[in-house]
């Protein structure tokens, strides 16, 4: 079982959490609930490190550890005799929300083949948190294509490894972790300006959208001159089960500092143009595409040592990485990740660009296009773009919520020219995305 973690671990691995679904699974039992009592076995017996088959292994480790309320509790709450269990994933939705953290896990089934999204965009005010507002994880194959670094210490937690935006900061500090934040354009941990807002989530047929702004969590009241970024917020749609879109927005007061897209890979990526390619150890592939900024350097790089804090079993062994060297002040990221089987071929990907009303940029990826807000707060009263003639479906994002429009098409010079107005009876979703 590979989980997705966040915050500080020394070891990437599954936690056993007999102590939450002991007293459950024994008070389901008492109750006579067989029901419940069979999902929650399940969970006890499969959840956990090493699986049931490894439970006497578990037991003595914790008791050497001064735990003894896991043997005590696996008492209690496991019968032997008990040979019903029943996995409760296929009854159980595949998209999932917690408001409290602000973070999505989505699948495109309960299958051993499914593929998976993560995404997430949480506060970052206490002890061994992270700075990954926005960072994403796309699972698939029964590995992690990409996923944040886990660790312990200040440098992994910063962003560049957590699968978000770097943007650099100004500013001067005597803190060693506020330091690191500065050096690595970093979110700020424990003190920035404010917590992500304007967080949008969603899930229609066939798709997940996210959405947040994390302006101030680049920014740090505390340190003296770190307030440069303006603007920082990701877009992203996953596009089951194969697609995953972001489009990042950061906006710097003067030009000259960097801005960085980052993502880690459990293999090095080979660089062809404005695509790289990352081989697991299985055969398939991770294809992203940077679409825009046009002309952007990529690279990618084995992880740093990090005296010694990235956790121990973390299948992340490199990182890829999206720059403009020539340091814009206000700078787009379109980014397009295909998983793709073993001998597979990735979808053709195209950047388009809207033609008239509200700036939009967006991509198409084979015959689906999708569309993204050039500006997040900008209001949109029209919009036009066009695309190949083969483009079938449409998703267009940060539209107003809940609310009619009109998506029209036509062919014009062998190309498709579509048009979105506001009013009508096609309808965006609780984000603001039409799907078309």
Sequence with gaps: NLPYQFADSASYENVDNIRILGPMALFARMSGDTGR??????????????????????IQG???????????????????????????????????YSPGIDLVSSRSSWGADASW??????????????????AIGFWRGGEWLTKPFTGYGSKVACSDYQNTLAIQNLGTTNTSFWQDNLDRGSQFAYNSKEDPMAVSVSFGP????????????????????ANEITHAS?????????????????????????????????AQATVSGNSATMTTSSGQKLVIDTLLPIGATLTSTPKEALDNQPAANDPMKFRFCAEDLSKPSDIRFLNVLQGVDAGGTKASTLTIQSSGGTAFEGAVIGTTAVMFKKNMYDSVTSLSFTVPAGTTKFFVTGLVPNTGYTLTTQTVAG????????GGSQSTDSAGVLSA
């Design 234 to 266: 990701r877009s992203s749609i996953y596009l089951k089960p194969d697609v995953v879109v972001t489009y990042d927005r950061a906006t710097h007061k003067s030009a000259g500092l960097f801005t960085r897209y980052w993502l880690n890979t459990s």
């Design 117 to 134: 999204f993560v995404w997430k965009s949480s506060w970052n005010s206490v002890d061994h948190q992270y700075s990954d507002a926005n």
């Design 415 to 422: 190309l498709l020219q579509v048009t979105v107005t506001v």
């Design 206 to 225: 066939g798709y997940t959208y996210t959405q947040s702004d994390s302006t101030k969590t680049y920014n740090n009241p505390s340190v003296p001159g």
């Design 62 to 96: 914790t008791m050497a550890g001064a735990s003894p309320s896991f043997p005590i509790m696996y008492f209690l709450a496991v019968d032997p005799d008990f040979n019903s269990a029943v996995d409760p994933r296929p009854s159980l939705a595949t998209d999932f």
């Design 37 to 58: 009592y069979a999902k929650l076995r399940w969970m006890i017996d499969n959840l956990a490190p090493g699986n049931k088959n490894y439970l006497i292994n578990r």
